[in-house]
Nanobody, 128 residues
């Protein structure tokens, strides 16, 4: 039974930084996978933010390129999202998601939202 647990959200001022973490259990990293982050702002649709595949390929939505970095620490079974130069438009609930036995690219995974495993979400609030 795969579980994803996010942490690291909070409130910061514009220009600040946060690092989100997503710790996974109940899976094996020996399978191919893609993991990543989605966000949903109040009144808006779910949006793919960043994704990473087993071979280290990454994809980002345009609005976060150059500011956010997605990474995985396999030894700690943890997915990260380092968020720098935060803007009020980044305010949202952030969710990590994962698919195992995934053989596609990171961009194709990021633009879809039909993924097998989701965390409960962590809130990020950026004030101006």
């Amino acid at each position: 039974h795969v579980q994803l647990v996010e942490s690291g959200g909070g409130s910061v001022q514009a220009g600040g930084s946060l690092r989100l973490s997503c710790t996974a259990s109940g899976y094996t990293y020996t399978s191919t996978y893609c993991m990543g982050w989605f966000r949903q702002a109040p009144g808006k649709k779910l949006e793919g933010v960043a994704a990473i595949t087993i071979d280290g390929g990454t994809s980002y939505t345009d609005s976060v390129k150059g500011r956010f970095t997605v990474s995985i620490d396999k030894a700690k079974n943890t997915l990260y999202l380092q968020m720098n130069s935060l803007e009020p438009a980044d305010t949202a609930m952030y969710y990590c998601a994962a698919d195992f036995f995934y053989f596609g690219g990171s961009w194709g995974w990021l633009v879809g939202d039909d993924h097998n495993y989701w965390g409960q979400g962590t809130r990020v609030t950026v004030s101006s």
